[in-house]
């Protein structure tokens, strides 16, 4: 693993991939969640699902960092960034779900893929580029900067999903309307932020890896959102008109 021409073969592979990926799931929405349907194999319980789908995203980059090179004051700010977001993925949020959902286990399968991929790139970032960073990095305007929008992205994901996690009550299965907060402009600020939070990683890490995973997560998360919105348009008759997908007043 630790070669710069394997390292650099998956970077082109992912970015050749992510349109394709972005184009299949304009037609083919990821069949969990409120897409759950039949036809895709065995499945198991959605908690169970997401903390194995982004466990290998959290332990890989660990391992990589921990193991595989000597930290410095930057690159351990930049791994206690990345674990500020993924400690919360695995082991906090999978726990908070409500309702009773099954999720396939060949779209877990996929994500784990996916997410032992993407951990590579990002942990092998540091590996080959850490020495890069100087301490002065810290007081940089794209660090500034970076951090900035990773916290603003991480914040909305949070609170959004909060609010979806609160529309149930205890053993309530159903959907209801989302509202408040950045629900009154879009119907998948969850994503939003978690665009904008992975924007902000490439922006502070400054890599091509992050770059690869900002647009990933576009291309899973721009045609979720507008299937959602159709969703919700379709399901509720009295669903704000002037809400759009994704982008407040634009998308
Ligand atoms: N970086 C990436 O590429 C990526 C990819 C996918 C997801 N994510 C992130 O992972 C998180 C979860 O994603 P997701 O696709 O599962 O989000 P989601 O579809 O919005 O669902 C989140 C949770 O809220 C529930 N929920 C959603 N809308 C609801 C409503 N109207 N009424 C009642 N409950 C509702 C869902 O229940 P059900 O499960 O029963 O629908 C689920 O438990 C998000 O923060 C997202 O940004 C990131």
Partial sequence: MNSP???????????????????????????????SRGGWGPAIDNRLGWFVMEFPASLLVAYIMLFEMDLSVVTLVFFLIWQLHYFHRVFIYPFSLRGTR????????????????????????????????????????????????????YVMTKRSDAILRDLRGPGEDGYKIPRGFLYQYVSCPNYLGEIIQWGGWALLTWSTAGLVFLIWTMANLVPRAIAHHKWYGTTFPDYPAQRKALVPFLI
């Fill in 5 to 35: 021409v394997l390292y650099q073969n998956v970077i082109w592979m992912m970015l050749a991939l992510a349109p394709v990926v972005f184009f299949v799931l304009l037609f083919v929405t990821a069949p969990y969640g409120r897409f």
């Fill in 102 to 153: 099954s999720m396939p286990v060949v779209i877990i399968a996929m994500a784990v893929l996916f997410n032992s991929i993407n951990a590579y790139l990002i942990g092998y970032h540091f590996v080959f580029h850490g020495d890069q960073y100087g301490p002065g990095w810290l007081k940089s305007p794209a660090f500034i900067g970076g951090v900035i929008l990773y916290a603003t992205g």
